[in-house]
């Protein structure tokens, strides 16, 4: 049975005075979240340093993240972000062999790109895979880079800036065809559409908790393959990566056997109990259930700006597209700000206006959007 989603919308009260079309920047906040919060304060109170709680929580949030991946536990790393989870991946990889070379692509987040490019000290050769004329980046565009010296092809899932969603399977088929590893990035998906990630064939995948997951900032995660993880050994640790955390050896690194080796430090705790409470409505709701909510109001919202004669630059193939929408505009920056002012909540890159949807805008979102751009079209299209 389709789920109630006008009734799952009032979950957020920002939603009764708020267009908030920014879930790729921040979600809005739920009231089981709010309450989660609302909960650790009241354990502080309560008990002060309650480490078993503490430890529970950080646990929940993995156990979490695996459901919704359809993994197993011992393959998340719970992390401080995305960007610490890839230090610590991108730490465990060795480039002073033939295989050093490292493939991005155009459509990355920039702490991707970065981290990877860090590594060129350490013998790394990042090399991107730029988009065709039609702005997308095609399987071939990939083929031409990935060879027997590439270590690990890097890329994102969803494109934070045009919306657009690559082929994450033909990619890992063509890396694994060379013997190359493959990360995702799926920070700009996950929580709006099923992420199964043994059929996608990704090796490793990162992410966080505050835009689809409708958690917070400060935690995220990293997901490695069960068959890899003893194979890799982080030099970016801690003592919360060891094997026996509470065994405060000085003597020497002894990284857990499990996924648990690319953590590093105290556990953002507050976060936990948020991020706990959110990757429960998710993956309560269920991420098929959602995808086809997500999938039906970008649709929709695409067409309807097709209408007006501003279409969105972002794929119309609903395998090509996630939960984002880029209107390209000749003053993104400002057509977002007189908007924040009228209520509606958007976000601009590069030249977009950023419309990010999950299952609790509706209808009425859209037209009170597509409603505003028609009023500013003369001025703002580009
Ligand atoms: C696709 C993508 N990757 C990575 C990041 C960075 O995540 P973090 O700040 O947790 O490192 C973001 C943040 O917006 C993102 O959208």
């Excluded at 354990?43 to 929580?57: E, F, S, T």
């Excluded at 002073?96 to 790394?124: C, L, M, Y």
């Amino acid at each position: 049975m389709t789920p109630d989603f006008e009734a799952l919308r009032r979950e957020f009260p920002l939603l009764e005075h708020k267009t908030y079309l920014n879930s790729g920047s921040y979600c809005a906040l739920a009231n089981d979240v709010k309450a989660a919060f609302e909960s650790y304060l009241e354990d502080r109170l309560a008990i002060g340093a309650n480490w078993d709680v503490w430890v529970m929580k950080n646990e929940a949030v993995r156990a979490g993240v695996a459901t919704l991946f359809r993994v197993d536990p011992d393959e998340i790393a719970v992390t401080a972000s995305a960007s610490a989870g890839l230090n610590a991946l991108a730490s465990a990889f060795d480039f002073k062999g033939r295989r050093n070379k490292v493939v991005v692509s155009d459509f990355e987040f920039p702490t991707q790109a970065q981290i990877w490019h860090a590594q060129e000290q350490r013998g790394a050769k990042v090399v991107h895979a730029p988009p065709a004329q039609d702005g997308y980046i095609p399987l071939e565009h990939f083929d031409e880079l990935i060879d027997e010296t590439t270590a690990i092809v890097a890329i994102t899932h969803v494109c934070y800036r045009n919306g657009a969603k690559l082929d994450i399977k033909g990619v890992a088929e063509l890396a694994h065809q060379k013997g190359a590893k493959v990360l995702l990035d799926c920070y700009q998906s996950v929580g709006t559409e099923t992420l199964d990630l043994r059929a996608l064939d990704v090796d490793f995948a990162i992410g966080g908790m505050l835009k689809y997951l409708l958690g917070t900032a400060g935690i995220g995660f990293l997901y490695v393959r069960g068959s890899l993880v003893l194979d890799l050994h982080p030099t970016n640790s801690g003592w919360f990566a060891q094997e026996n955390i509470v065994a405060m050896d000085i003597t020497a690194n002894r990284p857990s056997p499990t996924a648990r080796r690319f953590e590093a430090g105290t556990p953002a705790v507050v976060n936990c109990y948020a991020s706990e409470a959110g990757l429960k409505i998710i993956n309560d709701i269920g991420t098929d259930e959602i995808g086809n909510r997500v999938r039906y109001l970008t649709g929709r919202c695409m067409d309807r700006l097709a209408e007006i004669g501003w279409p969105a630059i972002t794929p119309r193939d609903d395998a090509r597209r996630g939960p984002l929408i880029a209107v390209p505009s000749s003053d993104a920056k400002g057509l977002a700000e007189m908007f924040m002012e009228r209520g509606i909540v958007t976000s601009y890159r590069d030249g977009n206006l950023r419309a990010g949807f999950h299952y609790y805008n509706n209808d009425a979102d859209i037209e009170t959007f597509v409603g505003a751009m028609r009023e500013n079209q003369a001025r703002f299209q580009r």
